[in-house]
């Protein structure tokens, strides 16, 4: 089984409509991350969370909010989707301490379409 | 800040061709190195990493080493497959800085023709 799971995998939905991307996680790790990737851009973090209270704006919050329900769920939220939030959009997780390297670990991505 | 710089793309070859994608970093402290893969229709996954200074980082015939003098984590394979197509992203974690976000490049899309 995947260690990081998204759902759902595709969703396409209509300009001011609310919408929950859902992230859950095996690893363990208590740092969760979203990330929206766009053609030419690479990867832009949205959100981070650090442990189930702690959460952080990244670089492109503005639209999007997230709900750490438990260590192993992050949820992305749009509250009233645009367009140009049309992207793939990636979950992510990572250890933290000593000896750990920092390395991240992803699902396998929502191909979201905004109408 | 930190930040990766690397090759822009896309790079088309030829089977059996060498590839060189070339990354540097700015950072401070001492980051972990990486290089990520995206294959058509999936997330990242590692590809290599290296954690020191000369540290040499390998895996399905892909190399690249962590060289702290010129700031650098170039991606070489000797001869790439028609299977090496997807997005190459170079990466760096310092876990003292940034709050121990990762800092990822562009991504370099790689087709490789038959």
């Known amino acids: 089984d995947a260690d990081v799971t998204q759902t759902p995998r595709n969703r396409i939905t209509k300009t001011g409509k609310r919408i929950m991307l859902e992230c859950s996680q095996t690893?363990?790790?208590?740092?969760m991350y979203w990330y929206r990737q766009d053609p030419g851009l690479g990867l832009r973090l949205i959100y981070y969370?650090?442990?189930?209270?702690?959460?952080n704006k990244g670089e492109i919050s503005d639209g999007y909010s997230v709900s750490r329900q438990a260590q192993a769920k992050f949820s992305l939220s749009l509250e009233s989707a645009i367009p140009n939030q049309t992207a793939l959009y990636f979950c992510?997780?990572?250890?933290f301490g000593a000896g750990v390297s920092g390395e991240q670990f992803f699902g396998p991505g929502t191909r979201l379409t905004v109408l | 800040g930190n930040s990766v710089t690397q090759m822009e793309g896309p790079v088309t070859l030829s089977e059996e061709a060498f590839l060189t994608i070339n990354c540097t970093y700015t950072?401070?402290?001492?980051?972990?190195l990486f290089w990520y893969v995206q294959y058509p229709g999936e997330g990242l996954q590692l590809l290599l990493k290296?954690?020191?200074?000369?540290d040499k980082g390998s895996n399905k015939g892909f190399e690249a080493t962590y060289r702290k003098e010129t700031t650098s984590f170039h991606l070489e394979k000797g001869s790439v497959q028609v299977s090496d197509s997807a997005v190459y992203f170079c990466a760096l974690t310092a876990l003292n800085t940034n709050a121990g976000k990762s800092t990822f490049g562009d991504g370099t899309t790689l087709t490789v023709k038959p």
């Open positions: 992510a997780t990572s250890d």
């Open positions: 969370s650090f442990d189930v209270k702690d959460i």
């Open positions: 690893k363990g790790h208590d740092r």
């Open positions: 290296a954690t020191k200074a000369d």
């Open positions: 950072a401070t402290g001492y980051p972990s």
